[in-house]
């Protein structure tokens, strides 16, 4: 089966860095993607990691270490907008190829 | 370009009631699956399909069934509603090709059951 850990909540203020954490038990992995998702809307992708390392993309990286089942979301220069859940989301390998399974979520309060 | 659509966005069910959501999109994606969000929760998969005439179930799939007869469309059937299945419904495709890995969502159906 799957499983993935994330922290409940996290608090910073703008303008701020945090970190996401998400550590994942899977019998089979492709890849490990992250998902925003503000109250009342629908989760929308930001990145994906096939490979350890850091992905880039504007004020948001990604980073996985795959023998340590383990990877997180960096969100750089915090802006209020950015307070909204963040999922992991893991792509099963192999016979689940095509199923993606998510954590909990990561609810990010922005305080000014 | 609508992307995923889901309907209906909300709907109140009684106890024992049947209906279906319906989920279109207009992408071409091979990969359509649903996913339900309980509150504070993540999403649970339901079921999916990796193209028409292909169903196969998730990690939720007692108390629901699906159809893929187009590519376009994949509607979720609830029978026999019960309160449990009180949740937010999501829709989401995906194509073989480029872009394997990003999820497209669609608004979400929010469904309750009395």
């Known amino acids: 089966g799957q499983s993935l850990e994330q922290p409940s909540e996290v608090t910073a203020v703008e303008g701020a860095i945090v970190q996401i954490n998400c550590t994942y038990q899977?019998?089979?992995?492709?890849?490990l993607s992250w998902y925003q998702q503000h109250d009342g809307g629908a989760p929308t992708f930001l990145s994906y990691?096939?490979?350890?390392g850091l992905e880039e993309t504007g004020r948001f990286s990604s980073f996985l270490s795959r023998s340590d089942s383990y990877g997180y979301l960096l969100l750089q220069e915090l802006q209020m907008k950015d307070s909204a859940s963040y999922f992991c989301?893991?792509?099963?390998?192999?016979?689940?190829?095509?199923?993606?399974?998510f954590g909990s979520g990561t609810k990010l309060n922005v305080k000014p | 370009n609508a992307g995923v659509t889901q309907t209906p966005k909300f709907r109140i069910l009684k106890i024992g009631q049947s209906m279906t959501l319906q989920c279109t999109q207009d992408?071409?994606?091979?990969?359509m699956y649903w996913y339900r969000q309980d509150p504070g929760m993540g999403l649970k998969l339901i079921y999916y399909?990796?193209?028409?005439?292909?169903?196969d179930k998730g990690e939720v799939p007692n108390g629901y069934n699906v159809s893929r007869s187009t590519t376009e469309d994949f509607p979720l059937r609830l029978e026999l509603a019960a309160p449990s299945q009180t949740s937010v419904y999501f829709c989401?495709?995906?194509?073989?090709?480029?872009?394997?890995?990003?999820?497209?969502f669609g608004a979400g159906s929010r469904l309750t059951v009395l």
């Open positions: 989401a495709s995906n194509s073989a090709a480029s872009g394997a890995n990003v999820l497209t």
């Open positions: 992408m071409n994606h091979n990969y």
């Open positions: 399909s990796v193209g028409a005439g292909i169903t």
């Open positions: 990691n096939a490979l350890d």
């Open positions: 989301a893991v792509r099963g390998a192999v016979g689940n190829f095509n199923k993606f399974y």
């Open positions: 899977t019998s089979g992995f492709y890849g």
